[in-house]
């Protein structure tokens, strides 16, 4: 069975590969047939080889699929590796990828582009599960870049408006630096090891350095520069929350289970060097940890849902790479499985609201669906109540739970991460719950045009079983004490150690945990139901601190001062090449003798006998000179 | 003897399609056509036959050794190794291509635009083959002026000021080429007495660091100029936005290409010394010419100059893989050849198409023609992908290996080059968006692509998108000459190199 | 002088009875036709005959002359070049009702003078040969007198051509009073006796630089060419081009190699300012020149300018290579001025560039053949001027005039300006109808075929130099 | 009786050679012009007199000889083109024909 892992990548690819050379011809039965088919079965062989990869107990899975290309002692393969990191990464990928193409038939369903968008998206799933499977570096970078262009596509999916385009360009450009970082990380790492291939990297680094190597160190950076720029994080998360631009199941599968997340599994995936290079590592934790909060507080003030959700999806990764940082490896696996659950959940869940609302954006024009639409309604708020970690019901809890508790515990966990995660779960449960009320009570401000089908509620509905179930394979041993996903990645990953007799404090830690949750649930409900008046003034009382807040604290301002504009400006001015003026310059010198030596050419025989003269002179002159 | 036939066939090939283009123009076309096929198929026999020569240290492939001016020690010396065989292989394989594109296109003096077209190939197969220096700068010349032609009757409205320019340009360095290989040749002759321009004869000539240094920029003055290089490349915008698509297909696509090879074959071979005092310069050159590239290809709203400009990048990245020594660099570059010529070719043919269509190059025109134009979109979407280095097409490994390869020759550079693909990425993007995105408010008739058009584009595509998958086969049969010309190199002390890494600093 | 003497002189005999030939056969009847043949018959003799003397053949006529392989196949070279300019003076005189036949007399004196330098080994002679030459070109220049052009032209050479002539003879006296000697060769022995030279020397010979320097129309003595270029008869135009410069380069040579010139460092000097001072003023001058036949005239003075190049490099390789150019020039410069002369009506020769506007579609071989030799001229390969500037080059490079040779690589892009625009107009789309009246079918052909026969020699030597170059060798 | 020194000869000659490059130079009729070139060539006759007087050769009068023909025949032709300029230009200023120039 677990041979059939070449098939896994591959059948999205065909699909991809019939969609786009049937183009638009094709009708959309078969289009959607086509597009949710060749995920479905990926879904069901990554199911297939995780039962019998877990029954078996294998370790990893190596398969060249064929020798890519060989120069001297570089040598790369189009090859795969299985373990249990990928493994993890294929079951969300694939599932709930097949999920949201589900939901998309029924979405998508009157939109022209119908076959081209699931073209993308099938293509788009191909290289996300190239990059989780690549045995070598280059390979991951091919699906790094695919994943990439895929984002850029579908971003710009609706392209004749103006704007949408301009936001897939940011997106990509901007991800493209990080991936600048990447890749002279990658030559930096073939100089060091004359090999791409990850175990090799991985089992040779910690003989060849000493932990805080100089090298490792900025070889770590490099590769953190990379999944700073793919997972949206500090400096350079400010493309996110433009990417909203296209479809809501784009913003689900990509902007916020899969893609995103590429930056934390390419860190979990090269851990061993993170490990011998500490300060790059707490460098991860304090990017996530700043992170976490200042996308926090630009969700605050959104009015956008989609916005909202993509500042909330920043910050939990900011939570991911927290967990990375402090070397809480499987904990950041966990989160970002449970968040990929929820937050895909939220995203279908504000599209179909969206989209039922004629593409309304602001949620203070929508209100009072509670009733219209009971499924979006109830799904939404578990996903909500996950994304806010409201204890023990939801599978948020945990994962967040276990981080939190690590930032304290953890050896490498300390105050400041601790109480950064603990602001930032306020924060969360804060601006989740203002989504919810606002959206779903009050009294309704728009006309719900259409209602979801069963095609789009069924997805919901499993998202939101799992986002509620899906922590029970992980629970803390002050209750029940589960470790499945641990275990599961413990061979892949080394578990946490914890700090010397901070053991006793586990549950003191969750007390807080969940009582923050609840009061941000409460501050929310005091804010937006009991007296939506006070909101308002404390908007207009600190009204700079909301404007720096909405504007996602005024990065995009700084870079088009300091990069954008200036290379612009540059490329402008010279656009006429400055260079090509020297060689004018010559040509014009030489036209100029040119008509100067005509001058001399009058047509009177007198003055041409004066030439003759004149040189005759010359040379007596000269021969008076120079006879020896 | 199939070499002197293959350059043999498109000469005859051009002149009997320009004695019958006064009859019947399709068959003019279907001549000139016919010739370069048979030319491909030839090289195509060969490449497959010739799987064992290809090792390392094996003889030339195919040779001809025939006396020409025997009183000069000029010899009419053609030899196909691994680096020609791809060369002549992409040279009749884009010939192809290039007749198919003036199909409509050129409806005025067809005979004598063939022949032209003809003998350019020609020129170049010859640029590719020989191994006398004097027939070198003979093809080098012979493929100037027909291409003077080219441009200069059939081009746009500025056609004779690009031709001018073009012309001029690269016959001073050429000059500069013939005086430096005189002078290689009579130091080659005071010290053995024997007058040849042979390749092999005047290779490892000794003569003094001074004076090898000069005749090497003799031979610089002319590959750098035809690359472009940057302080040199002000001719190339001029001669691709006024050139007709065939010919701007040409230029990009062989043309410049001969001044790569001319580095890899000749100038460093023949003066190893300097050309490794040279190497951080050339390096410099390179990455500075990338950046260059990209700075102004952003500015620029005429579709052709700005692809024009793109290749003034991507042939950096040739000048700082040539100059690194490294096989993974040279490696690097010969594929850099390869799919640039590929890539950017085709978008000239787009840019081809959408002048066809529009009339106009001024991509501020242009704009959501996605709707209208969905094949020409998607595949342009390919070659835009491709020239900013996407993984999964062509030019991704030449880029990837040349940078590979360049960064322990010079980390600092390599840096600043791999940056440059962030511009890249930018201009490639702005193609895009100008062209194929935003709203669509244009009123004149739009067609898709035509069959003969997608007779052109179709297999491109395909073929970058190989060359990206499964670019094995291209890098074993370089391998032989590379691995020469890379050991040519480790040879000489280097002491650039090292001290080069050490601005790096990052080895242990 | 005794019967070898004269038995050795035959080529030389047999132009002049073929001058005084015509006379008498004017003198019975005009007729254009019957005169042609005549002259073009004796030169073909004389061409024959010249091919059966051995390349080693060496007799010296004391104290005058010398008959070497140098002067045979320079000798042959002129009378080649008269036969060509002779075949396509036909069609061009026979357009234009002046009395054509005497035209042919002096063409071949002017021949005979020129042949007479060439072998010339003593002041006397080359005295004799160059006033020979001269004196039937003042009437040749001047010969449509119809023309204001042609008249004014002919009057500026002639004061220009005596004055100068003035400061050769002074210049010979000079030397003469100081080495009482006039040949070459015993100019050499006084030189190489004696060590220190007095000014009188040195004076002498500058001015007979001068007077060298007017006949090959190098900087600064260049001024006439562009104004006699354009007033002569384009066939005449030929012949100065080629059988008046030429000859004088090759006397000039000969006297440079008999009296080792390149120890005098004085000639050297001032031979290489001269050389990098033709070069650049002619192509600058060319430059933005709107009519074709002042246009070649100052291509005419930079490739003066390249030949002192070779001239100046000296050794085997020098004259080889300026043998060589000369032979690439020739062929060049009279299938230039071959069309020019096939281009042109009665009343004015076709020399305005816009007379070849869009010439290639409608007389396409004769715009090829004169592409071709515009190309041989800027020296791009598949031509014989590429050889011959390679050859060139070459010798520069081999004696290291570095100096020299980067003036004319420059020069020669500079060059390429000028010669391409023309090209550029010929082979320019738009097409304005200027159509000459019909003559005589064979006039046509006649001198189409001349042309056909210079653009196939032009190729040949291009693409296959070896056998000139074997002869070249042998003959030197 | 005793001979002049060759100096004086020439330095005899070379003056007679500098008037007629002057009167050349200034003079504007074309026929002037032709004589102060006669002038000249006259002068370096001359010389060659004095140098053949000097080595007691024949050679110095040949070439003297050789040049009064050779002038003999360039006044001829000269002549009969100024007649051709004067039926033209009705004037014998050199400088009015400058037809041709640039």
């Known amino acids: 069975m677990i041979h059939l892992l070449w098939l896994i990548p591959t059948l999205p690819f065909l699909g991809a590969l019939t969609l786009v050379l049937a183009g638009s011809s094709l009708p959309r039965r078969i289009a959607a047939i086509i597009g949710c088919g060749s995920i479905g079965l990926a879904a069901l062989i990554t199911l297939l080889i995780g039962y019998e990869f877990l029954t078996t107990h294998t370790r990893a899975y190596h398969d060249v699929a064929w020798s890519w290309f060989a120069v001297a002692d570089l040598s790369v393969g189009f090859s795969f590796h299985l373990d249990a990191l990928s493994l993890v990464f294929l079951f969300v990928i694939t599932f709930v990828g097949f999920l949201i193409h589900l939901y998309s038939v029924g979405f998508m369903h009157d939109d022209e582009g119908f076959t081209r968008f699931f073209a993308y998206l099938n293509l788009f799933v191909c290289a996300m599960l190239l990059l989780v499977l690549a045995d070598n570096l280059v390979l991951l970078y091919l699906g790094w870049e695919g994943v990439g262009l895929c984002s850029y596509l579908l971003i710009g999916f609706w392209y004749d408006e103006e704007k949408n385009g301009y936001a897939a360009r940011k997106a990509f450009i901007m991800t493209r630096v990080g991936d600048t970082a990447l890749a002279i990380g990658l030559f930096m790492l073939f100089g060091v090891f004359h090999t791409l291939d990850i175990q090799e990297i991985l089992t040779k680094a910690p003989q060849l350095w000493s932990p805080g190597s100089q090298t490792a160190t900025l070889i770590a950076f490099l590769l953190l520069g990379g999944a700073v720029g793919k997972s949206a994080q500090l400096p350079l998360q400010s493309w996110l929350p433009d990417a909203m631009a296209g479809p809501s199941p784009v913003s689900a599968l990509i902007h916020a289970a899969t893609m995103v997340t590429a930056g934390v599994y390419l860190i979990a995936r090269m851990h061993g060097i993170y490990e011998l290079a500490p300060l790059a590592q707490l460098w991860v934790g304090i990017i996530g940890a700043i992170t976490l909060l200042i996308a926090g507080c630009s969700a605050l003030t959104q009015n956008d849902l989609k916005r909202v959700l993509a500042y909330s999806t920043i910050s939990q990764i900011g939570y991911m790479f927290l967990a990375l940082g402090i070397g809480a490896w499987s904990a950041a696996v966990f989160h970002f499985m449970i968040h990929a659950f929820f937050k895909a959940l939220l995203f279908l869940a504000a599209g179909t609201v969206i989209w039922a609302l004629h593409h309304e954006h602001d949620m203070f024009n929508m209100g009072g669906l509670r009733k219209r639409m009971p499924v979006v309604y109830w799904t939404f708020l578990t996903g909500a109540g996950s994304l806010a970690a409201i204890p023990l019901v939801t599978a948020g809890f945990y994962s967040k739970d276990q981080i939190l508790w690590l930032a304290w515990g953890g050896a490498q966990g300390n105050l400041w991460f601790f109480v950064a995660a603990l602001t930032g779960a306020f924060i969360t449960s804060v601006y989740t719950f203002r989504m919810v009320f606002v959206t779903f009570f009050g009294e309704e401000k728009t006309h719900v045009g259409h209602h979801p089908g069963r095609l789009m509620n069924v997805p919901l509905i499993v998202l939101a079983v799992l986002s509620l179930a899906g922590g029970l394979i992980e629970l803390p041993h002050t209750l029940g004490h589960v470790t499945l996903m641990s275990d599961l990645l413990g061979p892949v990953l080394p578990s946490t150690v914890l700090r010397a007799g901070a053991e006793s404090s586990e549950i003191v830690i969750q007390l807080i945990a969940a009582t923050v949750a609840l009061s941000g649930v409460l501050l929310a409900y005091i804010l937006y139901i009991v007296k939506p008046a006070v909101a308002d003034d404390i908007k207009s009382s600190c009204y700079e601190v909301h404007r720096l807040w909405y504007a996602g604290w005024r990065f995009d301002d700084l870079y088009n001062v300091l990069i954008v504009r200036p290379f612009v400006w540059l490329s402008q001015i010279n656009k006429h090449d400055v260079i090509d003026r020297f060689y004018a310059g010559l040509v014009a010198g030489t036209e100029y003798f040119g008509r100067t030596f005509a001058r001399t050419q009058t047509g009177v025989l007198r003055w041409y006998i004066m030439g003759i003269t004149a040189g005759a002179v010359l040379i007596l002159a000269l021969s008076l000179v120079i006879n020896p | ?508 | 002088m005794n019967k070898v003497d004269l038995l050795s002189l035959i080529p030389l005999w047999i132009l002049s009875s073929a001058a005084i030939l015509n006379f008498f056969s004017i003198s019975i009847r005009r007729n254009h036709k019957v005169i042609f043949i005549i002259t073009l018959v004796s030169l073909l003799v004389d061409f024959i005959f010249l091919t059966s003397y051995s390349i080693r053949h060496q007799q010296s006529v004391e104290p005058l002359l010398v008959i070497d392989g140098f002067g045979i196949f320079n000798i042959g070279l002129i009378v080649l070049t008269t036969l060509m300019v002779v075949m396509m003076s036909y069609a061009y005189f026979e357009q234009r009702e002046e009395r054509k036949e005497e035209y042919y007399i002096l063409i071949i004196l002017a021949a005979l003078g020129s042949a007479i330098l060439v072998i010339s080994k003593h002041f006397a002679s080359l005295f004799l040969g160059l006033e020979i030459l001269s004196v039937s070109l003042y009437a040749l220049i001047a010969y449509l007198r119809k023309r204001e052009r042609s008249d004014e032209a002919g009057i500026k050479y002639l004061i220009l051509a005596a004055f100068s002539s003035a400061f050769l003879l002074f210049g010979m006296a000079l030397l003469y009073a100081a080495t009482g000697t006039m040949s070459f060769q015993g100019l050499a022995d006084w030189l190489a006796a004696h060590r220190e030279v007095s000014p009188l020397v040195w004076c002498g010979f500058g001015m007979l630089t001068v007077g060298v320097g007017f006949k090959l129309g190098v900087v600064p003595f260049h001024m006439w060419t562009p104004d006699v270029y354009e007033g002569a008869p384009a066939p005449v135009t030929a012949f100065i081009a080629t059988v008046s410069k030429g000859g004088m380069i090759a006397l000039l040579v000969r006297f440079f190699t008999t009296v080792q010139g390149h120890q005098l460092t004085l000639l050297v000097t001032v031979f290489t300012v001269l050389a990098v001072a033709s070069m650049f003023v002619g192509n600058f001058l060319a430059l933005r020149q709107s009519n074709v036949k002042r246009l070649l005239a100052y291509s005419s003075i930079s490739h003066v300018g390249y030949l002192l190049v070779a001239f100046l490099a000296g050794g085997d390789l020098g004259t080889q290579a300026i043998t060589f150019y000369l032979v690439a020039y020739f062929i060049t410069t009279l299938g230039a001025f071959g069309i020019i002369a096939t281009l042109s009506d009665k009343e004015r020769d076709a020399e305005l560039i816009e007379d070849y506007r869009g010439l290639l579609w409608r007389r396409p071989l004769t715009a090829i053949v004169f592409s071709a030799m515009l190309l041989s001229l800027a020296g791009i390969p598949l031509t014989a001027g590429f050889i011959g500037k390679f050859y060139v080059i070459a010798a520069g490079v081999r004696t290291s005039h570095w100096l020299l040779v980067f003036a004319l690589v420059i020069n020669s892009v500079i060059g390429l300006y000028y010669y391409i625009r023309v090209i550029a107009v010929m082979f320019d789309q738009r097409e304005n109808v200027r159509t000459s009246e019909e003559l005589h079918p064979l006039v046509y052909i006649i001198s189409s075929f001349t042309m056909a026969l210079l653009g196939l020699m032009l190729i040949w030597l291009g693409v296959h130099p070896e056998e000139m170059l074997t002869l070249i060798r042998n003959t030197l | 009786m005793e001979t002049i020194a060759v100096e004086y000869g020439l330095v005899l000659a070379g003056t007679l050679f500098a008037l007629g490059l002057i009167s050349v130079l200034v003079r504007r009729n074309v026929i002037f012009m032709l004589i102060s070139v006669e002038i000249m060539l006259n002068a370096a006759g001359l010389a060659f007199i004095v140098a053949g007087a000097r080595w007691g050769q024949a050679d110095g009068q040949v070439m003297f000889i050789f040049i009064v023909t050779m002038a003999a025949a360039e006044v001829s032709v000269g002549l009969a083109l100024i007649l051709q300029i004067y039926h033209q230009l009705k004037t014998l200023d050199s400088d009015a024909a400058d037809k041709m120039k640039g």
């Not at chain 2, 680096?83 to 199909?103: R, Y």
């Open chain 2, 1 to 508: 003897m199939i070499l002197l036939w293959m350059i043999v066939i498109l000469m005859a090939g051009g002149v009997l399609a320009g004695i019958v283009a006064t009859w019947s123009t399709v068959w003019c076309r279907i001549i000139a056509l016919t010739s370069v096929i048979l030319d491909t198929l030839l090289i195509g026999w060969i490449w497959a036959g010739q799987e064992v020569s290809l090792q390392p240290g094996a003889t030339w492939i195919a040779e001809v050794n025939l006396p020409w001016i025997p009183s000069f020690g000029i010899s009419f010396h053609l030899a196909l190794d691994g680096l020609s065989l791809l060369m002549l292989a992409l040279t009749f394989f884009l010939g192809i291509f290039a007749v198919l594109l003036s199909w409509n296109e050129i409806q005025y003096r067809t005979g004598f635009f063939h022949f032209n077209l003809l003998w350019v190939l020609a020129g170049i197969a010859g640029v590719f083959v020989t191994l006398d220096l004097f027939l070198l700068y003979f093809f080098w010349e012979v493929m100037l002026i027909p291409m003077y032609f080219l441009i200069g009757i059939w081009g746009h409205a500025n056609r004779q000021y690009a031709a001018y320019k073009f012309f001029i340009f690269t016959q001073a360095s050429g000059l500069l080429m013939l005086l430096a290989i005189l002078g290689l040749y009579f130091v080659h002759g005071n010290q053995t007495s024997v007058y040849t321009f042979e390749y092999s004869d005047l290779l490892n000539t000794p003569m003094s660091a001074d004076l090898a240094r000069w005749l090497m920029l003799g031979f610089l003055a002319a590959f750098l100029v035809k690359l472009p290089v940057v302080p040199f490349h002000t001719w190339l915008p001029d001669a691709h936005s006024e050139a007709p698509t065939a010919g701007s297909f040409i230029l990009a696509g062989l043309m410049l290409k001969t001044g790569a090879y001319g580095l890899i074959r000749f100038a460093l071979p023949l003066f190893p010394g300097p050309a490794v005092e040279f190497a951080p310069w050339g390096m410099l050159l390179g990455t500075v010419g990338i950046v260059y590239g990209a700075v102004q290809a952003f500015s620029q709203t005429d579709l052709k100059r700005l692809v024009a400009y793109t290749s003034v990048s991507h042939m950096g990245f040739v000048m700082l893989g040539v100059f690194a020594f490294t096989e993974i660099a040279l490696q690097g570059v010969v594929m850099q050849m390869i799919t640039h010529a590929i890539s950017t070719g085709a978008l000239f043919v787009l840019a081809g198409a959408l002048y066809e269509r529009m009339h106009t190059r001024d991509i501020l025109q242009m704009g959501g023609f996605w709707k209208r134009t969905p094949f020409m979109a998607t595949v342009s979407l390919v070659f835009v992908m491709a020239s900013l280095g996407l993984p999964g097409l062509g030019n991704f490994i030449a880029e990837f290996l040349t940078l590979l390869g360049a960064w322990p020759a010079s980390p600092v550079l390599t840096a600043i080059a791999t940056a440059g693909l962030v511009a890249a990425t930018a201009y490639s993007l702005r193609i895009m968006q100008k062209i194929f995105l935003g709203k669509d408010s244009h009123t004149h008739v739009l067609p898709d692509l035509s069959l003969r058009e997608k007779l052109i584009l179709v297999p491109l595509a395909v073929v970058i998108i190989m060359l990206g998958l499964f670019p094995q086969r291209v890098i074993d049969t370089a391998r032989a000459t590379v691995e020469i010309s890379d050991k040519q190199q480790n040879t000489t002390p280097v002491p650039v190199r090292g001290m080069l890494s050490e601005k790096g600093g990052n080895h242990e």
